[in-house]
């Protein structure tokens, strides 16, 4: 069977493993991000454990919201083809 919900439940789509796209945009926040970061290990050098994790922490709640994205994205997809059914 393929459809999408074996798909999904096998882990042949995995909506999270998909890298940020290379838009001009995210390329150049990837750019402040890194010379932030350099400039704050310049200017305060033993602070570099405390920076790791707080980029660690970020890193986690970055993650924790687009798992609730994800959630809230397929619960509204699915509200949407139960309206588009009449099934609501």
Known sequence: M???INKLYYG???PSEKPAPNTKRCIENRELIC????KLLEQFPDC???LDTYTDALHIEAQLECEADFE?????G???????????
Request: charged share 30%.
């Open 35 to 38: 010379a932030t970061e350099n």
């Open 48 to 50: 570099k454990e405390i």
């Open 72 to 76: 809230r994205g397929f619960r509204l």
């Open 12 to 14: 042949e789509i995995c």
């Open 78 to 88: 699915a509200l949407m083809m139960l309206e588009i059914l009449g099934q609501e």
């Open 2 to 4: 393929t459809n999408i």
